[in-house]
């Protein structure tokens, strides 16, 4: 379980700080996908990087009740760019952040192939980054945030660099390894049928300072289908309270 | 445009080579400039033997070297730790900018009087011209190559537990920058035997001294043998060069 308490997260400004989150609360049941959706520059990659430890709230906290545990890493994250290091064969790439946990070489090695073959790359580990497709480097990207068997896998938009279709198989795939590895993941992305699609949960990140203004139970079973009334229904509901805190917030 | 086949630009090649050395030929042949002034092509294997069985060539040639080795490894060395570092930490940067301003423009060669009065004339002396020149293309090389690596990148190694800046060089900043490195480097090397031949022509041994005595005596068929001495010398470390880092970067398209 991860529980992230009163969270607030302020910039400096030229005009003093401008404040971009404001008592964000959140809690997320191991082995829950649970989505994040707002419209752009509200605060969803902001809210990433704070939970991953990148930026330091002004306060608030991120508690994960697993504790640290040696050879894994809590939290890992996917960026919508894949960031591959493009002087790293694939390989390579997924064992970056197997580095500094003190595993053998060997042991690094088996868990970036296990990684990739949770994402059907195995077979292209000596590739350079250059010489896959943009579907295939995010999947490198996931098999990357695997490999460190974070406590909570963050996904900042991950598709939303990707053509339609591909985008539509990614997401198939990543619930699919969801399922098979249990993964608790905090999904991010401004695309509301995305989220109804793929989560538990869908949180709505809303407002200036943003703070959670709304979580949605998903209970379609899986499979699911694309079309789903229910889902549907969800999503309308979710946008229509989106586009209030849109009219509310016009003129920033 | 199509491209024009492999044998066909080497041939090409040779043919700009052999028509430079008939040109380089006739002029004196002609009568154009006197042969003093200018020797004919054909007249320079001689002399290269004559320069050889002297043992002039061997001493010239490796003592050369050693200045130039010396040089370039410690100026490349200094010039890109000190660019990381710069480019790494503002403030390192900031403290140092003016200092950089001022001393930046002045040429290796103007140096000379102080690597005189600190060295003597002596191989350390050479060497001291030398790692000026070099230093600061290397320099700037570096810190550019630095700030310039992808913030992005950055935020990955953090993100992915490389937090402390000496696995950020590592894991990160280094491998980012060794293009604009190489790039500089290479431009080292070259730049490097301008500053050999000025450094030793205030008398420490080695080619640059050999032409300046063979000048003085009108001996222009010895200064073409060095001459062409140290464009070949330069052509095999430029090319070896160039083999390494396009090892070193293979991970190119
Ligand atoms: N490093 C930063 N310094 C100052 N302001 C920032 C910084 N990063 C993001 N912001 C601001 O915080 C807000 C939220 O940004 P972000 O989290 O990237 O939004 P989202 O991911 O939802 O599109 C934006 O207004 C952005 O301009
Ligand atoms: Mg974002």
């Known amino acids: ?252 | 445009m199509p491209k024009p086949s492999q044998s066909k630009r080497l041939l090409l090649a040779f043919a700009g080579v052999a028509a430079f050395l008939l040109l380089w030929e006739a002029v004196p042949w002609f009568g154009l400039v006197r042969p003093i002034l200018l020797p004919p092509p054909s007249a320079i294997p001689e002399t290269f033997w004559r320069e050889v069985q002297s043992g002039a060539w061997h001493t010239a040639v490796l003592s050369s070297l050693g200045h130039y080795l010396w040089g370039l490894f410690l100026g490349s060395f200094l010039g890109v730790a000190l660019g990381v570092l710069a480019g790494m930490s503002r403030s390192l940067e900031d403290f140092t900018s003016w200092v950089v301003r001022l001393l930046r423009p002045i040429p290796g060669l103007a140096w000379v009087p102080f690597a005189i009065i600190w060295f003597g004339v002596t191989p350390s002396a050479a060497i001291f011209i030398i790692v000026v020149g070099v230093f600061w293309i290397n320099f700037f090389a570096a810190l550019g190559a630095v700030q310039a690596v992808d913030r992005d990148l950055i935020e990955l190694a953090d993100a992915f537990g490389h937090r402390g800046p000496v696995a950020k060089l590592f894991k990160v900043i280094l491998p980012a920058s060794v293009s604009p490195i190489m790039a500089g480097l290479r431009t080292g090397l070259g730049q490097a035997w301008m500053a050999v031949v000025a450094a030793e022509l205030f008398g420490v041994p080695g080619l640059g001294q050999r032409m300046m005595q063979a000048s003085s005596l009108l001996a222009t068929d010895i200064v073409v043998v060095y001459m062409i001495t140290m464009a070949v010398l330069y052509g095999i470390i430029d090319s070896t060069f160039v083999a390494v880092r396009d090892r070193l970067l293979r991970w190119k398209a």
């Open chain 1, 1 to 252: 379980m991860i529980s992230i308490k009163d969270l607030s997260l302020a910039f400096p400004g030229e005009r003093g700080p401008t404040t971009v989150l404001q008592d964000f609360d959140l809690t997320i049941g191991r082995g829950e996908f649970v989505a994040v959706v707002g419209a752009s520059g509200v605060g969803k990659s902001t809210l990433l990087r704070v939970i991953a430890g990148l930026v330091r709230p002004q306060s608030g906290s991120v508690v994960s009740d697993q504790g640290p545990t040696p050879g894994r890493r809590p939290y890992a994250l996917v960026f919508q760019d894949s960031r591959m290091l493009p002087w790293r064969r694939v390989v390579k790439n997924v064992e970056f952040g197997l580095e500094g946990l003190g595993l053998p070489k060997a042991e690094k090695r088996r868990r970036a192939l296990d990684a990739l073959a949770l994402v059907g790359l195995k077979d292209k580990a000596d590739r350079w980054p250059h010489q896959l497709s943009g579907g295939q480097r995010q999947r490198v990207a996931i098999a990357r945030a695997l490999a460190v068997d974070p406590d909570l896998l963050m996904m900042d938009e991950p598709f939303g660099a990707l053509d339609a279709i591909t985008r539509q198989t990614l997401q198939d795939e990543l619930v699919d390894l969801w399922q098979r590895t249990g993964k608790t993941i905090l999904f991010v992305t401004h695309d509301i049928d995305e989220a109804v699609y793929l989560a538990d949960r869908v949180v709505l990140l809303a407002g200036s300072p943003a703070g959670v203004r709304s979580e949605d139970q998903v209970t379609t079973p899986r499979p699911r289908r694309r079309d789903d009334a229910q889902a549907r229904a969800t999503a309308a509901a979710i946008r229509d309270r989106l586009s209030d805190y849109v009219e509310q917030g016009a003129g920033i």
